[in-house]
């Protein structure tokens, strides 16, 4: 059986994903693969909207300063400036593509200017949207140009399990020639060779019991690019957004309340009505998010409470209904209308800050693959990433890989004499209970001991336990290569115990980092960088030639 090949394989059907594709697609032949149906991902769930400088009383400047301050002191200046100057762009390209954004006077089928609001941390109104469900209209559009296009081949229901690689023409350079893919509907593992590959997998939030991120959201891409030698960094800034629904019978997929009903003069509030941020933070609440969370933290544990509450009457119900008509009809199928009682919420584990080391132009440490998105740690977030700016890294640094790779295409050959495992036949699991347990103890354990409010006992306690997790899961993946739960258990069990790491090499508390034992912050921000024992080529290998 000949193996199949692609000129550019992208791992990922997100907006880093698709947006990636459509670049490239004049230029060559590209295959997205995605584990999930094609819609499936963070992206689709995105609320609040898009950040980019789009008012002419905003600047570019004023974004960048912004981004720097949430991000805690961590953030790289350079990949802040390089992902603001490109925002305007970025929507000009959205918009052209058919993205109908909420334009000023509430008609996203007028040309007139877009209608901007505002989240946490940001000085101006500079959030484009499609009122409250931004992701779907990007997704939609994205998808169907990325269906329509002939270059493009899309192949649902397929998971990656790991990168082929093998030596670079330079002495030590290692480079990635394919991918392992699972076909979820037969089972089988087969490898794919590609002359690029990008990695566009997302978050691995579902790291955590309770979280607001889909299914698919395992850290895949992470986990991969550490087993293949690549480096990763700052993975203990992992997100908590403060306003999740809270509705203890729904289970650990919690459903996102914006924060731009914050930004459209929502407050938080305890249960007998007392404002709370007010006491936290002079920005009240429109603070950073790693502050909004840890405040509601300090008050539900002080307090004893379950949950506290996002009032938004004030507004009225003709404006409620109209600026967040997905938030308020969810909420009202189970039971709460927010135009006549505050909502209960609660924290919950949102968005993954750290991840795979990539340049300006998203280039690995291994040759011929790059790293996109929400699996990528590019810079741009820090310690802290801000409102909004997610989507838009997506888009600015798919970008910036189809121009590297656009640039690279006539020196790339498809290389077939990899080291890689032989495509296999199907191996289910033959039993479950283990796994399930696993994949709950892992994510209570995370939930517990690695969460808004850390301490180093709390954090070896996970280590100890991740270990073990890991390990089992190692045992049995050997034996049972086909099974997608005990891949992604695999997965998110690599991922834990990178987010442990960096969390006990951090001796501060910075952004969403806070350890009870080293409260204070120091003068000098130092990335939390794991460089895994694989790597034996030269550090900074982005700097590949040819
Ligand atoms: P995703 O959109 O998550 O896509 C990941 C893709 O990778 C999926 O296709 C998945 O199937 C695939 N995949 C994963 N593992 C594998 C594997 N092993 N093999 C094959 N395929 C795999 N950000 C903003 O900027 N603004 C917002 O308003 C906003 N709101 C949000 C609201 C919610 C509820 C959530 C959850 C997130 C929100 N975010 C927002 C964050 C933002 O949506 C995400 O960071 C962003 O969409 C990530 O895009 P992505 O392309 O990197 O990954
Ligand atoms: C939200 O709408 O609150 C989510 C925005 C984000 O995560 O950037």
Not at 51 to 74: C, F, K, N, P, Q
Not at 173 to 186: H, K, S, T
Not at 408 to 421: H, K, Q, T
Not at 520 to 540: E, G, K, N, W, Y
Request: with cysteine; hydrophobic share 40%.
């Amino acid at each position: 059986m000949t193996t199949p090949s692609t000129d550019v394989l992208i791992i990922g059907s997100g907006a880093a994903g698709l947006s990636l594709a459509l670049r490239l697609a004049e230029a060559c032949e590209v295959t997205v693969v995605c584990k999930a149906s094609l819609d499936e991902g963070s992206t689709r769930y995105a609320q609040g909207g898009i950040s980019a400088v789009l008012d002419a009383t905003d600047s570019v400047a004023s974004h960048i300063e912004d981004t720097l301050v949430a991000g805690a002191g961590l953030c790289d200046p350079e990949a802040v400036r390089f992902t603001a100057e490109r925002g305007a762009a970025a929507i000009a390209w959205l918009s052209a593509l058919g993205v109908a954004f909420t334009r000023q006077g509430g008609d996203s089928a007028s040309a007139g200017p877009f209608h901007l609001t505002r989240e946490g941390g940001h000085s101006h109104r500079r959030v484009v949207h499609a009122a409250d469900a931004t992701g779907k209209a990007v997704s939609d559009v994205l998808h169907a140009a990325c269906r329509a296009h002939p270059h493009i081949r899309l192949l649902e229901r397929h998971m990656a399990v790991d990168l082929i690689t093998r030596d670079g023409p330079r002495r030590g350079e290692r480079m990635c020639v394919g991918a392992q893919l699972l076909d979820l509907d037969i089972g089988a593992v087969q490898s794919w060779h590609a002359r690029s590959v990008a990695l566009a997998t997302g978050g691995a939030s579902r790291v955590y019991l309770y979280t607001s991120n889909p299914e698919v959201a395992t850290g895949d891409g992470i986990a991969m690019a550490w087993r293949a030698g690549c480096r990763v960094a700052n993975l203990e800034f992992m997100q908590f957004h403060p306003t999740c629904l809270y509705l203890p019978a729904q289970g650990s997929r919690v459903f996102l309340v914006s924060e731009a009903v914050r930004g459209e003069g929502g407050r938080l509030v305890l249960p007998d009505g007392t404002p709370l941020m007010d006491r936290f933070d002079p920005r009240g609440d429109l603070a950073p998010r790693d502050i909004v969370a840890r405040a509601i933290d300090h008050e539900m544990k002080r307090l004893g409470i379950p949950c506290v509450y996002l009032d938004i009457r004030h507004r009225g119900a003709d404006f409620i209904r109209a600026h967040f008509p997905t938030i308020h009809a969810q909420c009202l199928a189970w039971g709460l209308d927010m135009t006549e009682q505050p909502l209960p919420v609660v924290p919950a584990a949102h968005y993954t800050c750290g991840g795979v080391v990539t340049d300006l132009r998203a280039r690995t440490d291994l040759k011929n693959l790059y790293a996109i998105g929400e699996t990528a740690h590019t810079g741009l977030h820090g310690a802290n990433r801000m409102a909004s700016n997610s989507l838009l890294e997506c888009l600015v640094f798919a970008e910036a890989a189809a121009d590297d790779i656009h640039a690279r295409l006539p020196g790339l050959s498809l290389i077939a004499d990899a080291d890689e495992a032989p495509s296999s036949a199907p191996k289910p699991c033959a039993e479950t209970v283990t796994l399930h347990h696993n994949w709950m103890e892992l994510r209570r354990a995370m939930w517990d001991y690695v969460g808004i409010v850390r301490s180093e006992e709390r954090l070896l306690r996970a280590q100890r336990r991740v270990a073990l997790i890991r390990s089992e899961a190692e045992v049995q993946w050997t034996g049972h290569n086909s099974d997608p739960d005990l891949l992604e258990l695999r997965n998110l069990a690599t991922v834990a115990e990178l987010i442990v790491r960096c969390a006990l090499q951090r001796r501060e508390s910075r952004g969403l980092h806070y350890t009870l034992d080293h409260p204070q912050t120091d003068p000098h921000a130092r990335d939390s960088v794991l460089i895994p024992d694989a790597l034996s080529f030269p550090l900074h290998a982005m700097h590949w030639e040819g």
